[in-house]
C-alpha cells in the first residue's frame, strides 16, 4: 500500500520505498486534489534522497479530446509508422515565475509552417488553421497544469491503417499534440561540431523547408555519427557544398560585424528562431544580415558561429572539426542575442510580447 504525504497541484510524493516500483513505471493513484477520489495515472521518476516522485500523466490532445498520453495509441498498420508520413513542430512554452503562466513562443508562426507541410503531403482532411491549432494548444498547456518550461509536439500524419499504398491523396490524417516538461536540449553551453559526412538532402528530394518525419533520418544519422565521434553537434553540407545547418538548428556565422546566415535555397528549415534571431540583430543590435550561401572554410576563419532553434536555442559553436572558431569561447554578437532571446521568449520584452502567448496553469487537471 502506497502512502501519500504531500499533494501539491500534480505532484504526489510516495513515501514507501517500494522495491517492485521503478522510474517509468506507470501507476494509478487516487486524487486527493479537486475533485476527491478521481482516478490519475502517474508516472513514477527518482527524485533526491532515494523516494521516488510520481507524477500525473501529461495530457495529450488525440481524436479531437484531451486523454492522457498514455492512452494516446495509434495501430502498428499505420501508414506514417512505416513511411514517415507525418510532419511535426517542435515548440517551446516558456515558464514566467513573477507572472505564474507560461509563453508559447511564436505558435501562429510554427503552424503557418506546418501549414505548408499539410499541402506538401495533401493532407486534406486536416482543417485547423494555426489559430485553432495554437487554441488547442494553449489549452493543453493550461490542463497538463505544469509550472515550468515545456516543449510542445504537434504532429500531423497519415493515420491510415494501410501498407502498401503509396498514393498520398487516398490516406486519411490525423492531428495530435503532446507536451512534456523540457530543459536543456544541447549537452553543451559552448559546443564542439563537426561537418558530417551525410549530405544535407536536397529540395527535389524531400523537402527540407517542411518538417517532414521522413527527413529526420537524414538529421538523426549526422547527429548520432558526430556524438558518438565524440562531438556535440553536426553541420550538414548540401549537396553543392555550402553549409546548410546543424541536425536541428540553423547556423549563423558573425564576420566584420555582420550576421550570415544560409539562405533557404541552400536546403534548410526556415527556422522561427532563425526569423527571431535575424530581427533582433537588425532592430536591437543594429547589425547589417545577410542571408547568403556559406563555404565550409569561412566557419572556420568566422569571428563567431552559433546554432539556432527552438529546443537549441541560440548556442555558440567553439570548435569546428577541431579548429577554434576565434578564442573558442561564447562571442560578444552571440551572447548578447541570447540573452535578448531568453528575456524575449519569456514575455519579458514589451516590444515582442505580441509573438508569446499565455496559458496559464489550470489547477484541476481532468481528461475531457
Ligand atoms: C533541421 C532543423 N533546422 C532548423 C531548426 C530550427 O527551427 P526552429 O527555430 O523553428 O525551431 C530545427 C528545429 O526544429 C530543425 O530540426
Same mark, same amino acid.
Given at each position: 500500500m502506497l502512502k501519500i504525504c504531500k499533494v501539491s497541484e500534480v505532484r504526489i510524493r510516495l513515501l514507501t520505498k517500494q522495491p517492485a516500483l521503478a522510474h517509468g513505471d506507470a501507476i494509478m493513484v487516487r486524487s486527493l486534489i479537486e475533485p476527491e477520489n478521481v482516478t490519475l495515472p502517474v508516472f513514477l521518476r527518482p527524485s533526491s534522497g532515494?523516494?521516488?516522485?510520481?507524477?500525473?500523466?501529461?495530457?495529450?490532445?488525440?481524436?479531437?479530446?484531451?486523454?492522457?498520453?498514455?492512452?494516446?495509441?495509434?495501430?502498428?498498420?499505420?501508414?506514417?509508422?512505416?513511411? %514517415?508520413?507525418? =510532419?511535426?513542430?517542435?515548440?517551446?512554452?516558456?515558464?514566467?515565475?513573477?507572472? %505564474?503562466?507560461?509563453?508559447?513562443?511564436?505558435?501562429?508562426e510554427h503552424y503557418q509552417r506546418m501549414a505548408d507541410g499539410i499541402k506538401v503531403l495533401r493532407m486534406s482532411s486536416l482543417r485547423l488553421t494555426p489559430e485553432e491549432m495554437t487554441k488547442l494548444t494553449v489549452e493543453l498547456v493550461e490542463r497538463n497544469n505544469y509550472r515550468g518550461d515545456m516543449y510542445i509536439r504537434p504532429i500531423a500524419f497519415k493515420s491510415a491503417q494501410k501498407v502498401a499504398n503509396l498514393k498520398l491523396h487516398e490516406l486519411e490524417d490525423d492531428f495530435a499534440i503532446i507536451a512534456q516538461p523540457f530543459g536543456a536540449y544541447l549537452d553543451a553551453s559552448v559546443l564542439r561540431c563537426v561537418i558530417s559526412s551525410w549530405q544535407r538532402i536536397d529540395e527535389n528530394m524531400i523537402p527540407?523547408?517542411?518538417? !517532414?518525419?521522413? =527527413?529526420?533520418?537524414?538529421?538523426?544519422?549526422?547527429?548520432t555519427d558526430?556524438? !558518438?565521434?565524440?562531438?556535440?553537434?553536426?553541420? =550538414? !553540407?548540401?549537396?553543392? %557544398?555550402?553549409?546548410?545547418?546543424? +541536425?536541428?538548428e540553423n547556423l549563423f556565422m558573425v564576420k566584420n560585424n555582420e550576421l550570415i546566415t544560409p539562405p533557404l535555397s541552400d536546403g534548410i528549415l526556415p527556422g522561427v528562431t532563425r526569423s527571431t534571431v535575424m530581427q533582433l540583430a537588425r532592430e536591437e543590435l543594429h547589425m547589417a544580415v545577410a542571408e547568403r550561401s556559406v563555404g565550409r572554410t569561412e566557419l572556420y576563419l568566422a569571428d563567431e558561429v552559433f546554432l539556432s532553434g527552438t529546443a537549441a536555442h541560440p548556442t555558440a559553436v567553439g570548435e569546428l572539426d577541431n579548429r577554434k572558431i576565434?578564442?573558442?569561447?561564447? %562571442?560578444?554578437?552571440?551572447?548578447?542575442?541570447?540573452? =535578448?532571446?531568453? $528575456?524575449?521568449?519569456?514575455?519579458k520584452v514589451a516590444k515582442y510580447? $505580441?509573438?508569446?502567448?499565455?496559458?496559464?496553469? +489550470?489547477?484541476?487537471?481532468?481528461?475531457?
Open positions: 532515494g523516494s521516488i516522485m510520481a507524477e500525473q500523466t501529461p495530457l495529450a490532445y488525440f481524436g479531437g479530446k484531451f486523454i492522457p498520453v498514455t492512452d494516446a495509441k495509434v495501430g502498428i498498420m499505420t501508414h506514417a509508422l512505416h513511411y %514517415g508520413t507525418a =510532419l511535426f513542430e517542435g515548440i517551446r512554452a516558456n515558464w514566467n515565475e513573477e507572472e %505564474g503562466k507560461s509563453f508559447i513562443f511564436r505558435p501562429i527540407p523547408r517542411v518538417k !517532414l518525419s521522413a =527527413l529526420y533520418v537524414n538529421s538523426i544519422l549526422a547527429k558526430a556524438v !558518438l565521434a565524440g562531438y556535440d553537434e553536426a553541420i =550538414l !553540407l548540401n549537396s553543392k %557544398g555550402f553549409v546548410s545547418e546543424g +541536425s536541428g576565434a578564442d573558442g569561447k561564447i %562571442g560578444p554578437v552571440t551572447k548578447r542575442l541570447q540573452d =535578448l532571446y531568453f $528575456q524575449v521568449i519569456r514575455g510580447r $505580441q509573438w508569446c502567448v499565455a496559458a496559464v496553469p +489550470s489547477g484541476a487537471v481532468r481528461a475531457k
